[in-house]
């Protein structure tokens, strides 16, 4: 797998064995490394200050989009909106419980050091922001991944919006902090959200093709796909090399 093939499978446990003594005890340390957070820690960790996480949505997207974008912040109760804008976009920080269930990035999925800003256009911050809010109101219930995804699954089904045509969001941030591996910025980028999709209809994930497909792992209930595109630049302009 190449470099950056590596960084996008980087996007996204347990045994059956019962076992005793010296054993166990090993397991139980495997599973401390492949699990470095295994559950939710207090809630004041996730949490920013109000102004610098305004500042961190922002940067999501160009100034020239993002200055007159809603703004939301996250809350003891959920995301609420701290900058109410007049262009339809939505600039927002998600933590890293609305990453994917399993696969090599689950182990992030309570790590309360993730940050990742995003700015959606009008159609995704009508039909796939509300994920964002119905995850949230979940984790801050206290439920499972388990209940989540059965909640998600039931959400999809009676509340979320029919997935819009052409919804994409910004994630051009240079302040974004993805996993703790040393990629933690990943690249400035694109992603446009699709139904579930095969990825050669982009050219995606192919030798020199700018397209990543990150897809849907097994057990995300979110009945789409992302295509992300590599811009070349963060939002404030400065250059982002990228390699293919």
């Not at 703790?180 to 209809?201: F, V």
Request: proline share 8%.
């Amino acid at each position: 797998m190449n470099q950056m093939g590596k960084i996008v499978a980087m996007i996204a446990l347990g045994t059956s064995a019962l076992v005793i003594g010296l054993g166990a005890l090993r397991q139980t340390h495997a599973q401390e490394a492949k699990e470095p957070y295994p559950s939710m820690a207090t809630l004041d960790q996730y949490l920013m200050d109000r102004n610098a996480e305004i500042a961190m949505a922002r940067s999501a997207a160009p100034e020239a989009i993002s200055r007159d974008a809603d703004v939301l912040v996250l809350g003891r109760h959920g995301y609420e909106t701290a900058v109410k804008g007049k262009n339809d976009f939505v600039c927002v920080v998600e933590r890293g419980w609305m990453g994917p269930f399993d696969g090599e990035f689950a182990a992030n999925f309570w790590n309360p050091k993730l940050r990742g800003p995003l700015c959606f256009n009008p159609p995704a911050a009508r039909s796939i922001l509300p994920m964002t809010y119905k995850r949230t109101e979940m984790v801050l219930a206290g439920q499972s991944k388990a209940q989540i995804i059965e909640g998600i699954k039931t959400f999809i089904k009676q509340k979320l919006p029919p997935l819009e045509p052409g919804a994409m969001s910004y994630m051009m941030s240079k302040e974004q902090y993805l996993s703790d591996d040393g990629h933690h910025h990943w690249i400035a980028h694109l992603m446009i959200y699709t139904p579930l999709a095969d990825s050669a209809a982009w050219g995606a994930d192919l030798p020199h093709s700018p397209v990543m497909l990150n897809p849907q792992f097994h057990g995300d209930p979110e009945p789409i796909d992302v295509f992300m595109i590599p811009v070349g630049r963060w939002s404030d302009g400065t250059t982002d090399p990228v390699e293919y």
